[in-house]
Each structure stands twice: as C-alpha cells, then as structure tokens.
C-alpha cells in the first residue's frame, strides 16, 4: 500500500490503526488515493500526495507528501482522524482554522519487561496470575500461536458468546473488524485448558510496532492477566526487537487502570484534526 510504504520511507511512526492488516479487516485498503500535487519553486519532482480515507468526512491520518512527511498545505481535509507520535510534522501543528481534539491515548509496553515481574510495581498484575495458576493447577494450561484447523469456528463463537455476555454491547468498537481479526487474523494464539479454548490474543504488525489488536477471554478471576501475559512472553513477541502498541483506553476507567498497571513504557495523548466552523452572525 503506496500510503504505508510512504510511512517507513519516512520513517513516520505509524499510529494504532495504519497497518496492511488493519486497513484490509476494515475495509479500507481499496481507498489508498494518489492525488497530482503542483510542486513549489525549488522541490523538485516532489509532487504527488498520499492519503487514506475511510469515508467521505474523516481521513484516517494526516496527508503524506512524498519524500517531505507531514505538512500543512492547502489540499488537507477538513477532518483527520488521527495524528502520528510525531503530531504533524515533527512537532508542527496544522495553522488556523485547524484545532485539535483528545481522541484517545497510545500505550506502549516493552515485551522484555515482562520477563520480571518482581518488585512492587508488578504487586497486583502478579497476584492475579499466581491466584488463576494456583487455581488451575494441573489443568492442562497450554498457550500456542494456532493455525486455523485448531481455532474451530464453534469455539471461537463458543468464546466470543460468554466474553460478550459479560460487557455492554455499546462498548464494543468497531465490530464488524474486531469479528474479521477474531475469525481470520493472521496472528492469533489460543489459550487452552483441557483442550477447551478459554482465550485468545490477536495482534498485527506495522512496520514500527506490534499492534495489540483483542484479547479475549472467558470472565474467570486474574484470567485476563494471565492471557495478557502469555502474550508478552511469546517467544515471537519477545524476539521481534519492537515495542507494542496497545492502542488506547475508549474512555473506560477500568481499561485505563488495566493497562496503567502493566507499566507502559510510553503514553502519548492521541489527536484529531478539524476545520473549526465559522460561527454565523446574526443578520
């Protein structure tokens, strides 16, 4: 895709949702647009634009001019869904009438510091996954990077069912994406007891990051932390060199205090762009 080849040519740190992988689930990889852009005095052959637009109003992320980055010139949209960790060009911001807004947050974790959990900032994550092992013991516990013939679509129903039944329907974000991952993501590793499938992890790659997609499990005490765990100890995970994204928290304060405590080596307040709009005055 020329827009994400463009980011690591770049080296623009990709945002949560701009991965190959991503862009196909959500249905977006057909919308990747080159737009003919007239060069300034002295630039060049720099003269092509690269976008994403997932629908008619929002753009996924700010518009990438071949060979310079990030930059405000006068063919941006009026709304851009999200910026990248370099917000907009190294710092820069889009001029008036652009304002931003909070959209989120950007949790990154090291997947070495998984490795020790001693020590007091560890205290609760720890505790939680020795109480569900000691409660499990001999229990046939298995964790493994699953092909599609071990993840049986009944399970994977059987699963998603009782994980479900436990949350709001209106929480859940982007759903028709979340079911594409679930059922036929490229990397997904099943946590098994018994032989019966208890949880699963999903997870898709950037050409920065490792982006933590979904974990999902069955609603059984310090469960989520022991998956979230198995995780971050894959031998893949821990032998890939990059930090994980674990995207942000959909303003849930149970969620932030979750991935608060599993000490993230990174937060970045994550923006979006918009026009402001004109107040009309009174005739």
């Given at each position: 895709m020329d827009y994400l080849k463009t980011l690591h040519q770049l080296r623009i740190s990709p945002n949560f949702w701009c991965s190959e992988e991503y862009l196909e689930k959500a249905g977006l990889h057909s919308l990747r647009i080159k737009w003919p852009l007239t060069p300034l005095a002295g630039e060049g052959s720099r003269t092509r634009l690269f976008w994403v637009v997932p629908d008619g109003e929002w753009w996924l992320a700010p518009p990438l001019e071949e060979g310079?980055?990030?930059?405000?010139?006068?063919?941006?949209?009026?709304?851009?869904?999200?910026?990248?960790?370099?917000?907009?060009?190294?710092?820069?911001?889009?001029?008036?009438?652009?304002?931003?807004?909070?959209?989120?947050?950007?949790?990154?974790?090291?997947?070495?510091?998984?490795?020790?959990?001693?020590?007091?900032?560890?205290?609760?994550?720890?505790?939680?996954?020795?109480?569900?092992?000691?409660?499990?013991?001999?229990?046939?516990?298995?964790?493994?990077?699953?092909?599609?013939?071990?993840?049986?679509?009944?399970?994977?129903?059987?699963?998603?069912?009782?994980?479900?039944?436990?949350?709001?329907?209106?929480?859940i974000h982007d759903d028709e994406v979340m079911l594409a991952f679930v059922f036929g993501g490229r990397n997904r590793a099943g946590l098994f007891r018994d032989g019966e499938l208890i949880g699963l992890n999903v997870w898709d790659h950037s050409w920065a990051f490792i982006n933590f997609r979904y974990s999902i499990c069955l609603p059984e005490p310090g469960l989520a932390d022991y998956l979230r765990l198995q995780f971050y100890r894959h031998e893949p995970i821990q032998l890939s060199g990059k930090l994980?994204?674990?995207?942000?928290?959909?303003?849930?304060?149970?969620?932030?205090?979750?991935?608060?405590?599993?000490?993230?080596?990174?937060?970045?307040?994550?923006?979006?762009?918009?026009?402001?709009?004109?107040?009309?005055?009174e005739d």
């Open positions: 310079v980055g990030v930059r405000a010139i006068p063919d941006n949209p009026n709304r851009i869904w999200s910026d990248f960790s370099l917000s907009l060009g190294g710092g820069t911001v889009l001029p008036a009438p652009y304002s931003k807004h909070l959209l989120d947050y950007e949790y990154m974790y090291d997947p070495w510091c998984f490795r020790d959990l001693s020590g007091g900032r560890w205290r609760t994550f720890r505790k939680n996954i020795n109480k569900w092992e000691r409660e499990n013991k001999g229990r046939g516990v298995t964790y493994m990077e699953t092909p599609g013939d071990y993840l049986q679509e009944e399970d994977l129903k059987r699963l998603m069912v009782e994980w479900l039944g436990n949350r709001d329907a209106e929480t994980v994204n674990d995207g942000g928290v959909l303003d849930k304060p149970s969620l932030k205090f979750f991935k608060d405590r599993l000490n993230p080596v990174r937060v970045r307040e994550v923006f979006s762009w918009a026009v402001r709009e004109e107040k009309q005055g």
